[in-house]
């Protein structure tokens, strides 16, 4: 009988303990779910020579941002994909993960700074480095926002049907 006592009681201890570790994960999870919240959502489009860029940005609780972009890309290619990212300073680095109507089976994922001047968003022109399958901006060297292609106005916001 004895025996028994303390292997029962060993085995009570661990399941309050996982019980305990549940009310925790829904914590963190209702915490999480409550900082992915949108709080506002902005659009802007960008057009160069016959080049159009739609751009929807989501700006969450938790101060990341998340959102849409459509880049019309003459003469033929379509990218369309999701951005992800948050502001440094005046600078928002997201992450571009699309699919191009060329290759439509295949995923791609590129790195984009945008500059934040008065009332629009600016392209930068960054050196890339691809380490390990994974692309990035390279730290050393400076984005130029002077000599660029795309300046995002703000636009109103449509539907996607």
Same mark, same amino acid.
């Given at each position: 009988?004895? $025996?028994?006592?303390?292997?029962?009681?060993?085995?009570?201890?661990?399941?309050?303990? *996982?019980?305990?570790?549940?009310?925790?994960?829904?914590?963190?999870? /209702?915490?999480?779910?409550?900082?992915?919240?949108?709080? *506002?959502?902005?659009?802007?489009?960008?057009? &160069?020579?016959?080049?159009?860029?739609?751009?929807?940005? $989501?700006?969450?609780? $938790? !101060? +990341?941002?998340?959102?849409?972009?459509?880049? +019309?890309? /003459?003469?033929?290619?379509?990218?369309?994909?999701?951005?992800?990212?948050?502001?440094? !300073? #005046?600078?928002?680095?997201?992450? &571009?993960?699309?699919? #191009?109507?060329? *290759?439509?089976?295949?995923?791609? +994922? $590129?790195?984009? /700074?945008?500059?934040?001047?008065?009332?629009?968003?600016?392209?930068?022109?960054?050196?890339?480095?691809?380490?390990? !399958?994974?692309?990035?901006?390279?730290? #050393?060297?400076?984005?130029?926002? #002077?000599?660029?292609? &795309?300046?995002? &106005?703000?636009?109103?916001?449509?539907?996607?049907?």
């Amino acid at each position: 009988m004895k $025996n028994l006592v303390l292997p029962c009681l060993l085995v009570i201890c661990i399941g309050f303990q *996982s019980c305990k570790n549940d009310e925790k994960n829904k914590e963190v999870d /209702a915490a999480k779910a409550e900082g992915e919240k949108i709080v *506002s959502t902005e659009c802007y489009k960008a057009i &160069y020579e016959k080049d159009t860029l739609d751009l929807k940005l $989501n700006t969450l609780k $938790n !101060g +990341k941002l998340t959102g849409d972009m459509v880049m +019309k890309v /003459a003469p033929s290619t379509v990218r369309t994909g999701e951005v992800a990212g948050e502001f440094h !300073g #005046d600078t928002l680095f997201i992450d &571009y993960t699309f699919k #191009d109507s060329a *290759s439509k089976d295949k995923i791609f +994922k $590129n790195p984009m /700074a945008l500059l934040k001047r008065d009332n629009q968003l600016i392209l930068g022109n960054g050196t890339m480095q691809t380490t390990m !399958g994974v692309t990035y901006l390279v730290k #050393d060297k400076p984005i130029d926002f #002077d000599r660029v292609k &795309y300046k995002f &106005y703000s636009a109103e916001c449509t539907e996607k049907k």
